[in-house]
T-cell receptor
């Protein structure tokens, strides 16, 4: 199967610091990775789409300078939450689409619980 | 934005009971997916339905895509405690996965 791994699974950071979350496709190459945020009792909200070797496409309302996305290789995308604040506390999930896979298919990581104190 | 409404949002049933979860939209989707998500974990894909009227079975789970490709249902027969989780439907428009829309989810609890 296609495995997507996120690291860390959870992180607690102080307000004002930056946190980097990694999303790796372990056994396949991913041209596209998606970053979502999920608040309690709410559905997954797409934050941005990251394509290998190019700039990420951010959804409306998502600050690109606050949520830095880098997709430097076909197996790794990173999301950096800069100058984190308590309201950034959330569950962040990535998904990855395999090279050559149907346009309907993507596989999710296990998520990263970010708590900003 | 294409909206997906799921119902019910919460469901608590006894082991052995049957249940149906609905996913409705006013928009047409190219395909529709169902995921299950455990607390603190990412969603795991259960099924993708593509053709209007399509029915797919996964053990005790039966998924149906509406004829007009605007809605879907998930039916679980003889629910087990292991079925407990958050069930999410996701609509994939003709533009592809970049524009997938997730429902808010149905939180299912199966009591032994």
């Amino acid at each position: 199967g296609a495995v997507v791994s996120q690291h860390p699974s959870w992180v607690i950071c102080k307000s004002g610091t930056s946190v980097k979350i990694e999303c790796r496709s372990l056994d396949f190459q991913a041209t596209t990775m998606f970053w979502y945020r999920q608040f309690p009792k709410q559905s997954l909200m797409l934050m941005a789409t990251s394509n290998e070797g190019s700039k990420a496409t951010y959804e409306q309302g998502v600050e690109k300078d606050k949520f830095l996305i880098n997709h430097a290789s076909l197996t790794l995308s990173t999301l950096t939450v800069t100058s984190a604040h308590p309201e950034d506390s959330s569950f962040y999930i990535c998904s990855a689409r395999r090279v050559g896979a149907p346009n309907t298919e993507a596989f999710f990581g296990q998520g990263t619980r970010l708590t900003v104190v | 934005t294409q909206l997906l409404e799921q119902s019910p949002q919460f469901l608590s049933i006894q082991e052995g009971e049957n249940l149906t979860v609905y996913c409705n939209s006013s928009s047409v989707f190219s395909s529709l997916q169902w995921y299950r998500q455990e607390p603190g974990e990412g969603p795991v894909l259960l099924v993708t339905v593509v053709t209007g009227g399509e029915v797919k079975k996964l053990k005790r789970l039966t998924f149906q895509f509406g004829d007009a490709r605007k809605d879907s249902s998930l039916h679980i027969t003889a629910a087990q405690p292991g079925d407990t989780g958050l069930y999410l439907c996701a609509g994939v428009p003709s533009g592809g996965y970049q524009k997938v829309t997730f429902g808010i989810g149905t939180k299912l609890q199966v009591i032994p």
